[in-house]
């Protein structure tokens, strides 16, 4: 899953970043409202957390831009303020969800699983293929019940793959939904990356689910 991170509160920033970064998110940060806009508009993220005052344009103004262009991508608004007025104009404008400062970071984060759920199953939290499960509340994955152990980056790739089963998927996908903007799309990260889950996925199976489409990108299908 990758986020788009709209605060121009350093600290806060970092402490989101951070955070989501450990639970295998793939995180960019932008400090300023019309770099967001900007950002917001070119990249496909699955979700965007967007603080309401901001130097250039403010949080509702972002908001309301994105859904006049027909962005569905769920935001989740921040603010310094509890303030009732606050609430429900960043709700009129079309975010998905409110949040105020501070927060704790678990009710942060489940209020980002809630949104970043498959579209049309909001209450499924485990994906299953074949044999291979995987929580996405405590990130647990096992396959015909033994337990496998992934990083976060595996995690948030094997994840990706899962939401995608039976369709195939592109490097170019992978490379903006997984990793952030300083990755780098020429590297062979994502070859390296998809090897890496293959062998704890599918080894000692003689069914394997994680499959190469030259040329194109990888499947998952069970
Ligand atoms: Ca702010």
Same mark, same amino acid.
């Given at each position: ?31 300023? $409202? ?21 130097? $250039?344009?403010? $949080? ?64 499924i939290t485990t994906l299953r293929v ?18 496998i152990d992934l990083t976060a980056t ?16 592109t490097r170019t996908m992978i490379s ?45 299908? $069970?």
């Amino acid at each position: 899953m990758r986020v788009l991170l709209i605060e121009d509160e350093k600290k806060v920033a970092s402490f989101i970043r951070r955070g989501l970064k450990e639970k295998g998110f793939a995180v960019d940060v932008v400090h300023d $409202g019309e770099k967001g806009l900007f950002s917001a508009e070119i990249n496909p993220y699955d979700l965007i957390i967007l603080d309401i005052m901001l130097p $250039g344009k403010d $949080g509702i103004f972002i908001c309301r831009q994105l859904r006049k262009k027909n962005i569905v991508t769920p935001i989740l608004m921040l603010t310094a303020r509890d303030d009732v007025e606050d609430k429900v104009s960043g709700l009129d404008s079309g975010a998905d969800d409110y949040l105020t400062k501070p927060f704790e970071f678990a009710e942060f984060l489940a209020r980002v699983r809630a949104l970043t759920r498959r579209k049309g199953s909001p209450k499924i939290t485990t994906l299953r293929v074949a044999n291979l499960k995987l929580d996405q509340v405590t990130h647990k994955v096992t396959r015909a019940g033994k337990e496998i152990d992934l990083t976060a980056t595996e995690y948030s790739l094997l994840e990706y793959l899962m939401l995608n089963a039976n369709q195939v998927v592109t490097r170019t996908m992978i490379s903006e939904h997984v990793w952030s903007e300083d990755f780098d799309s020429f590297s062979n990260v994502i070859n390296v990356y998809v090897n890496y889950v293959r062998k704890k996925v599918d080894a000692g199976f003689s069914e394997p689910l994680i499959h190469s489409i030259r040329g194109t990108g990888y499947i998952l299908k $069970g």
